[in-house]
């Protein structure tokens, strides 16, 4: 009888072993098709923004820069879906073309620092020496200001301007590159593989660019898409205060300045540029986080 019932009792556990892994692995699946359909779903809108702010100029309503003064301030309606601002010109079709100043900053902005940041950072890594010990105290300056007071201060000397704001971002945020590009270069040079590589004759570059490179491409492409939402913030900040893009360019962060006087009697005109920058960022910062789920080693397998 106690064999039998020890006998009952395993194939019960059995059971019931198999029917948790299926209903794990089930569970598996359904959360990583979730997470393809919403890389999928951010893609797409992100691409729908890129698009509009490369035709701007064929999607704009109105001239965004033709003046109307018998049309000032005027609440928003079929004729103007955002309205006017004061010297009459529609706002929606300002939104629209300062999509490309803003988004088209953004995109240039995080490609440098993510470029600089990660060769300077995989130089340091592989080379180490007087190379390493330089650049890493240079980041440490930089990292030891707040960033936005920093690049406030650069922009500042360097004077207003979308280009100038954009150095002056760049100038604070390329460590934060070079210390992830740096850290897995460091992880990346003793495995077998990298050994391998020099024993069969390859240069330094050429191992940089073969086997180093492609190994860390993860961990900077996911911190570059999400740094776009941050950046893009921090450029319409910067604008804001007066040391990004000056009057009268389109883009979001100088409008929302030039409209702030206005906030309680027009709020359209501070509204529509700022609904503008918070899509936008959501959007970014949406499509930042799934990418990185997806590319989570956890999920990669069943990719």
């Known amino acids: 009888m106690s064999k039998r019932k020890n006998e009952d009792m395993n194939v019960r556990n059995t059971a019931t072993k198999e029917y948790g892994k299926k209903v794990t692995v089930r569970v598996q699946k359904v959360k990583k098709s979730h997470i393809?359909?919403?890389?999928?779903?951010?893609?797409?809108?992100?691409v729908c923004l890129?698009?509009?702010?490369?035709?701007?100029?064929?999607?704009?309503?109105?001239?965004?820069y033709a003046q109307d003064l018998s049309s000032a301030l005027q609440a928003p309606?079929?004729?103007?879906?955002?309205?006017?601002?004061?010297?009459?010109?529609?706002?929606?079709?300002?939104?629209?073309s300062g999509a490309r100043a803003s988004i088209f900053?953004?995109?240039i902005l995080v490609a440098v620092i993510s470029i600089f940041g990660t060769i300077v950072g995989v130089g340091c890594g592989y080379y180490g020496g007087i190379m390493d010990s330089v650049m890493m105290r240079i980041s440490d300056v930089c990292l030891a200001f707040p960033g936005l007071v920093f690049a406030m201060a650069i922009a500042a000397i360097l004077g207003g301007g979308i280009q100038n704001a954009i150095i002056a971002l760049a100038v604070i945020s390329w460590p934060k590159y070079s210390?992830?590009?740096?850290?897995?270069t460091l992880a990346l040079k003793n495995e077998p593989y990298i050994h391998a590589a020099i024993l069969s004759g390859d240069s330094s570059l050429q191992i940089m660019l073969r086997h180093v490179f492609p190994n860390m491409l993860g961990p900077v492409l996911v911190t570059a898409m999400?740094?776009?939402?941050?950046?893009?913030m921090e450029l319409a900040g910067l604008?804001?205060?007066?040391?990004?893009a000056q009057i009268p360019m389109a883009e979001w962060g100088s409008m929302m300045s030039s409209g702030r006087s206005m906030i309680q009697t027009y709020p359209w005109v501070v509204l529509s540029p700022g609904i503008a920058i918070f899509v936008s960022v959501v959007i970014f910062?949406?499509?930042?986080?799934?990418?990185r789920d997806y590319l989570d080693p956890k999920n990669r397998e069943a990719f």
């Open 50 to 64: 890129v698009i509009l702010a490369v035709f701007s100029d064929h999607l704009c309503p109105y001239d965004p």
């Open 105 to 107: 900053s953004t995109f």
């Open 285 to 291: 910062n949406l499509l930042g986080d799934t990418v």
């Open 77 to 96: 309606s079929l004729a103007h879906p955002m309205g006017t601002d004061t010297y009459g010109r529609d706002m929606l079709s300002r939104v629209i």
């Open 239 to 244: 604008s804001f205060l007066g040391l990004g």
């Open 36 to 46: 393809k359909q919403k890389l999928v779903f951010f893609t797409v809108l992100a």
């Open 226 to 232: 999400l740094d776009i939402g941050t950046m893009m």
């Open 179 to 184: 210390r992830i590009a740096r850290s897995q």
